[in-house]
């Protein structure tokens, strides 16, 4: 029998279905024929009707009739209550490769039947595949068989061994809503019933489980139902404990007040629990304090998490706190410290109320921890929902705050941590008046006259660092925009005051500002940030100069960032070649603290006396008024090969992301002006001789680009050349490589297509015919 049901029985089932027509069923009268047909589906080995059930609708013609009596036949087989029979005919099965296929296929159709049948059925679908109708259906199926297992257990069952695959869970995910409130009856004082349930759970494959943990702990009415159903699983299962300890306390913040108590209440119940309670308290008020994670969680998760803590604090007893003090009270102390800091009003006040709790719960009897928390309406304030804090809190322990915020009393009390839901955000921390409790009609203003503001401008002098070191801490670290942004302004002040410092950090600098990016609107933000590149540079050339040019041709930088490199060491460059930079650099500086501003208007009276002395005073002759130009030796001079020589050095060389001498031709044409300019600052140089033939063998290698742009700053390059270096030193080292370009120079005046081109080329031979005289002497022989 047990061969013929294995092997035979679905080829017979198959056989039937073919057979099934208006025609065929009409060979005996009333019905017989179909009774009889039905009869092999509703009495035979379940498994294998259902299976041949579903692939026949699968496979029927749509609309048919075959299609519909067997749509009606399975509404009959599950209405007969065949589908326990098919759960029990897998339990305590052998396990196999066959058997986990058969069970895997099984899964597949009893979960996913209302969405097969509502798909070959459309319109004609009926009551008994509802979603709505079906699982309930399934979930009194589900008891059914574990009845049976409870049964077997006792020995009243005909196999007492027998025990739920794992098929039973998987069945049950859809339907914990019907399966929990059942077995929280059956399992009350019921041992077997209990050890069902936890076998049950037990089975659940880890890909289920988290499923499966959400759902019992949602639907359980309270951790001792939980309890009762889990057992101490979270201690078996690796993949349990993660999900209890870890994923719904941290990853996920959408558990409701119950469901957090459920949770942290189970863990709580047993002694082989308690101390994964005691390792989540812990980590809790790790993230609780944590700095980064302040900054980067929305408020209402910093909300769940301290409505964990606290709860978890309920539930530990004094020798367990005992053991754990020093360190969470250290934890404790340094998370306030953090929230505290915080820009945010909501923050600062929810580190100010879990601090009161929480410092009661863990230090009773030294001094209470008391905030100012009542800065807002107490619906405004960052409410936790209520928590039940136990009678075994000691004399001391009490803390309040603001009344409806969070209380608790001497020996027991509430600590309130919940929100309306109709309340204003948050998130604005602004105050908000008119909230009940306000005395803000006794102490009415309209009679005072309101002071004049309209002048008044907004204060950043508490937000603007005062040292170098603070702006390159502001600029890579806080997440105080309005801190941000005042380092930007101050950076190049500050760097042009304190050259010593600057040193010390120059290169961090330039690395900061070379890859800073805009994280607020800031007004003129590009500026800014080249103008404090740019005196970085010039306040130490040689090093960060140097450094800027060898990123020029590093890997993973953008077009914008290379063509900022070109811009900054031009203007440095430019700057450093200025007579008297030193003490306009001086005065640039960033003003002291009771200075005033150099844009400042004058005071009328000051402009009122100095008119009269003007008008009072004899001048027997006039002088010249103009300043003369003040003298100093060009500071580029000692640093221009830092500048010029390491731009010169991989042009030739494409890599990844970057080719001069392929796609990338605006950089090359920047590149060729920007070593020009340079060429020119060094303006009768030391260095200007080797600069000089350095640059005409870069022109002469790149004298038939076909780029436009490109030729013109190698145009431009030559006229710097003969601006920059002195005529003998030009006769002397550079002749060749001048007659040279002289024959390229005249090509391209006439015959380049480029107008710009063909006139920078007929300056160039200008500037060349001056020497001329003394060329062709030299080039006769």
Same mark, same amino acid.
């Given at each position: 029998q047990e061969e013929f049901s294995r092997t035979h029985f679905s080829t017979i089932l198959r056989c039937l279905v073919g057979k099934l027509s208006p025609d065929w069923l009409d060979l005996l009268p009333d019905g017989q024929l179909e009774e009889l047909w039905a009869s092999f589906f509703l009495e035979g080995p379940a498994d294998q009707a259902f299976l041949v059930l579903m692939e026949s609708i699968e496979g029927a013609a749509s609309p048919s009739f075959r299609l519909m009596?067997?749509?009606?036949?399975?509404?009959?087989?599950?209405?007969?209550?065949?589908?326990?029979?098919?759960?029990?005919?897998?339990?305590?099965?052998?396990?196999?490769?066959?058997?986990?296929?058969?069970?895997?296929?099984?899964?597949?159709?009893?979960?996913?039947?209302?969405?097969?049948?509502?798909?070959?059925?459309?319109?004609?679908?009926?009551?008994?595949?509802? #979603?709505?109708?079906?699982?309930?259906?399934?979930?009194?199926e589900v008891l059914r068989v574990l009845q049976a297992v409870v049964d077997s257990l006792r020995g009243e069952g005909p196999s007492s061994d027998s025990? #739920?695959?794992?098929?039973?869970?998987?069945?049950?995910?859809?339907?914990?809503?019907?399966?929990?409130?059942?077995?929280?009856? @059956?399992?009350?004082?019921?041992? @077997?019933?209990?050890?069902?349930?936890?076998?049950?759970?037990?089975?659940?494959?880890?890909?289920?489980?988290?499923?499966?943990?959400?759902?019992?702990?949602?639907?359980?009415?309270?951790?001792?139902?939980l309890s009762r159903l889990l057992g101490n699983l979270v201690t078996k299962s690796k993949k349990a404990q993660f999900v209890m300890t870890q994923k719904l306390l941290f990853l996920q913040y959408s558990c409701s007040m119950p469901m957090l108590q459920s949770?942290?209440?189970?863990?709580?119940?047993?002694?082989?629990?308690?101390?994964?309670?005691?390792?989540?308290l812990k980590e809790l008020l790790e993230t609780w304090g944590s700095s980064s994670a302040i900054r980067h969680t929305p408020l209402e998760q910093q909300r769940y998490v301290s409505k964990a803590l606290l709860i978890c604090l309920t539930h530990l007893g004094e020798a367990e706190l005992q053991a754990s003090r020093d360190e969470l009270l250290a934890s404790l102390m340094e998370g306030v410290k953090s929230r505290l800091d915080s820009s945010l009003p909501p923050v600062r006040r929810l580190g100010m109320i879990v601090a009161e709790v929480a410092s009661a719960r863990l230090?009773?009897?030294?001094? #209470?921890?008391?905030?100012?928390?009542?800065?807002?309406?107490?619906?405004?304030?960052?409410?936790?929902?209520?928590?039940?804090?136990?009678?075994?809190?000691?004399?001391?322990?009490?803390?309040?705050?603001?009344?409806?915020?969070?209380?608790?009393?001497?020996?027991?009390?509430?600590?309130?941590?919940?929100?309306?839901?109709?309340?204003?955000?948050?998130?604005?921390?602004?105050?908000?008046?008119?909230?009940?409790?306000?005395?803000?009609?006794?102490?009415?203003?309209?009679?005072?006259?309101?002071?004049?503001?309209?002048g008044d401008g907004e204060q950043r002098g508490s937000k603007t660092p005062a040292y170098v070191r603070d702006c390159l801490e502001a600029l890579t670290a806080s997440e105080d925009w309005e801190r941000w942004e005042a380092a930007l302004r101050a950076l190049e002040g500050l760097v042009l005051k304190s050259p010593a410092a600057t040193r010390e950090v120059s290169l961090e600098l330039a690395k900061v500002l070379l890859h800073l990016e805009e994280k607020t609107a800031v007004a003129g933000f590009e500026r800014l940030r080249q103008r404090a590149l740019v005196a970085v540079t010039v306040t130490d050339p040689a090093r960060v100069a140097e450094y800027l040019a060898v990123q020029f041709y590093a890997l993973n930088y953008s077009l914008r960032q290379?063509?900022?490199?070109?811009?900054?060491?031009?203007?440095?460059?430019?700057?450093?070649?200025?007579?008297?930079?030193?003490?306009?650099?001086?005065?640039?500086?960033?003003?002291?603290?009771?200075?005033?501003?150099?844009?400042?208007?004058? #005071?009328?009276?000051?402009?009122?006396?100095?008119?009269?002395?003007?008008?009072?005073?004899?001048?027997?002759?006039?002088?010249?008024?103009?300043?003369?130009? =003040?003298?100093?030796?060009?500071?580029?001079?000692? *640093?221009?090969?830092?500048? $010029?020589?390491?731009l010169l050095q991989r042009f030739d060389r494409p890599v990844v992301t970057f080719d001069?001498?392929?796609?990338?031709?605006?950089?090359?044409?920047?590149?060729?002006?920007? @070593?020009?300019?340079?060429?020119?600052?060094?303006?009768?140089?030391?260095?200007?001789?080797?600069?000089?033939?350095?640059?005409?063998? $870069? *022109?002469?290698?790149?004298?038939?680009?076909?780029? =436009?742009?490109?030729?013109?700053?190698?145009?431009?390059?030559?006229?710097? *050349?003969?601006?920059?270096?002195?005529?003998?030193?030009?006769?002397?080292?550079?002749?060749?490589?001048?007659?040279?370009?002289?024959?390229?120079?005249?090509? *391209?005046?006439?015959?380049?297509?480029?107008?710009?081109?063909?006139?920078?080329?007929?300056?160039? @031979?200008?500037?060349?015919?001056?020497?001329?005289?003394?060329?062709?002497?030299?080039?006769?022989?």
């Open positions: 009596k067997m749509a009606r036949l399975l509404a009959r087989f599950l209405s007969a209550g065949r589908m326990a029979a098919v759960m029990e005919g897998q339990c305590g099965q052998q396990a196999g490769p066959a058997s986990r296929l058969l069970q895997e296929t099984l899964l597949t159709r009893v979960v996913g039947l209302p969405d097969h049948l509502g798909n070959r059925l459309q319109r004609e679908t009926l009551a008994a595949f509802f #979603p709505q109708n079906y699982f309930p259906l399934l979930g009194e025990l #739920p695959s794992p098929a039973v869970p998987r069945l049950g995910l859809e339907i914990l809503g019907v399966l929990v409130p059942r077995l929280t009856v @059956l399992t009350q004082g019921n041992c @077997l019933w209990q050890r069902v349930c936890w076998r049950l759970v037990e089975c659940v494959p880890d890909r289920a489980m988290e499923a499966v943990l959400k759902g019992l702990v949602e639907a359980a009415p309270g951790p001792e139902v949770l942290l209440g189970y863990l709580a119940m047993d002694s082989q629990r308690r101390p994964l309670l005691v390792q989540a230090h009773p009897e030294g001094p #209470p921890l008391k905030f100012q928390v009542s800065e807002g309406p107490p619906r405004a304030a960052v409410t936790l929902a209520p928590v039940a804090l136990p009678a075994h809190w000691g004399p001391g322990c009490g803390a309040s705050v603001s009344p409806g915020v969070c209380t608790a009393g001497r020996g027991g009390g509430t600590a309130l941590i919940g929100e309306s839901p109709d309340q204003e955000t948050v998130d604005s921390g602004g105050p908000q008046a008119g909230w009940e409790g306000s005395d803000s009609e006794l102490d009415s203003d309209d009679e005072l006259v309101p002071y004049d503001m309209s290379r063509m900022d490199i070109l811009d900054v060491l031009a203007l440095a460059a430019q700057e450093l070649s200025r007579p008297g930079r030193l003490g306009r650099a001086a005065q640039r500086g960033s003003p002291g603290p009771g200075s005033q501003p150099s844009g400042a208007a004058v #005071p009328a009276w000051k402009a009122v006396v100095e008119e009269r002395v003007r008008c009072k005073t004899r001048r027997f002759c006039k002088g010249s008024t103009g300043r003369a130009a =003040a003298a100093g030796p060009n500071e580029f001079n000692a *640093v221009a090969g830092y500048f $010029f020589f390491p001069l001498l392929g796609d990338d031709q605006l950089v090359l044409g920047r590149l060729a002006h920007t @070593l020009g300019a340079l060429m020119y600052l060094a303006v009768n140089t030391a260095v200007a001789v080797p600069m000089g033939k350095a640059l005409l063998e $870069f *022109v002469w290698a790149l004298r038939f680009h076909g780029d =436009a742009y490109v030729r013109r700053g190698l145009l431009s390059a030559v006229s710097s *050349v003969l601006l920059s270096v002195p005529a003998e030193w030009l006769l002397a080292d550079l002749l060749d490589e001048l007659l040279e370009a002289r024959s390229w120079l005249a090509d *391209v005046a006439e015959q380049d297509a480029d107008e710009d081109c063909r006139l920078l080329a007929v300056k160039a @031979l200008l500037l060349l015919e001056k020497l001329r005289d003394r060329l062709l002497p030299l080039s006769s022989p």
